[in-house]
């Protein structure tokens, strides 16, 4: 039987104070995580209007605050959905045999059973390393998403924090869309109830919390779900030429051919679509997916692989950003073990961005943001 990996938090959701005090004493970590047990769950390729299906009537949210290394920029506030609503609506699921047991069992205790839930319903810290890089390199130009078709995918996306920061420039910061230009997005979880509930929503609270209003957003409060809001966000989404897709399951040749099936634009593979020569960006996000040994393999062959599969002319440029802690203790996996495997595989990485740098000598445990590619990255 598997045994539970718990991270340590209680029952309630935490607040940023709270979770980064969590986070910096990782070194409190149980002594195993079990690598047996369930066999490993089969990808299944899942549409945005089955995930908004899910959502309950009313969805209760806050804020998590993205700071800004430009003086003259304000920080960004992403809305995430309460843990504690999460947890309202499963329990009051009228049909218990169609939920996730496994996600669930993970939902209700806090704990990370490997192979069974991966954590996806809480926000952890290096997604949040990753949100702040991604919202910097925007504003300093260093990631352009406008001029070419993109494609964004984030694995292990869980909260989706990064993805969330980047659908927020694209819907409010980029000044104009281009009905020639198109974006995908997929993201990714181990658990399909993770994206149905956690992932998806607080994609649409981003959406949301970026339209213009005649009122100020609110940093906390409640989200009135009705058709006429998912309509608008499919229907404006469309518009703007963004599409995006959820994947549930395991890394590996499946999940690639799941996410080969559809064309950056979301239809089926063309070669004579226009879409198909257009030049492409494609942006690989990852954060703390490194911490089980039994799973470094997998993931790294997914990322080099989905390198390749985006990079193959000259006008494409595929770039991934892994997100983890330097080591994961009493686990097993972490940053030399990740780059260890990358380097048997052909691949190579390059620290863009590193805590002990960021706060000024860094407490707890160190934490970086790699670039991954094909051949070394100068």
């Not at 806050?62 to 992403?78: E, G, K, Q, V, Y």
């Not at 996306?157 to 993805?163: K, L, R």
Request: with cysteine; proline share 5%.
């Amino acid at each position: 039987m598997t045994q539970p990996f718990s991270f340590g938090f209680d029952s309630e959701d935490l607040d940023d104070s709270v979770e980064a005090e969590v986070f910096a004493n990782a070194e409190n970590l149980p002594a195993k995580l079990m690598e047996q047990g369930s066999p490993l769950s089969e990808p299944q390729l899942h549409t945005l209007g089955e995930m908004l299906s899910r959502l309950p009537s009313s969805i209760t949210y806050t804020s998590h605050r993205i700071p800004s290394n430009r003086p003259n920029l304000d920080a960004l506030c992403l809305p995430r959905r309460d843990l504690f609503d999460i947890r309202a609506q499963v329990m009051a699921e009228e049909d218990p045999s169609s939920l996730d047991s496994n996600a669930t069992a993970g939902l209700l205790s806090d704990d990370i059973l490997s192979r069974v839930y991966e954590g996806g319903f809480k926000t952890w810290e290096c997604s949040i390393d990753l949100a702040k890089y991604i919202a910097n390199s925007l504003a300093t130009e260093q990631l352009v998403l406008h001029g070419m078709d993109t494609r964004i995918i984030e694995l292990g996306a869980g909260t989706a924090i990064p993805t969330a920061t980047l659908l927020h420039h694209l819907t409010s910061i980029t000044p104009a869309f281009s009905s020639l230009t198109k974006t995908h997005i997929t993201v990714a979880d181990y658990n399909a109830q993770v994206l149905a509930l956690a992932t998806i929503p607080n994609l649409l609270l981003t959406f949301v919390s970026a339209q213009p209003v005649s009122q100020p957003w609110s940093t906390e409060g409640d989200l009135d779900i009705s058709p006429a809001l998912t309509s608008s966000f499919t229907t404006a989404l469309q518009d703007a030429g963004i599409h995006i897709s959820t994947i549930s399951g395991a890394w590996g040749p499946t999940f690639l051919s799941l996410l080969s099936t559809t064309s950056i634009d979301g239809r089926a593979n063309d070669e004579n679509s226009a879409a198909v020569h257009r030049p492409k960006m494609t942006l690989i996000l990852a954060s703390e997916t490194i911490y089980s040994p039994s799973s470094i393999r997998e993931f790294t062959q997914t990322v080099l692989a989905l390198l390749k599969a985006n990079s193959q002319r000259p006008t494409d440029r595929a770039v991934a950003l892994v997100a983890a802690k330097r080591v994961y203790f009493g686990v097993g996996g972490g940053v030399d073990e990740f780059l260890a495997v990358l380097a048997e595989m052909g691949g190579s990485a390059r620290c863009v961005w590193d805590s002990s740098e960021a706060d000024g000598g860094g407490h707890g445990v160190g934490r970086c943001i790699l670039e991954v590619g094909l051949q070394p990255v100068g």
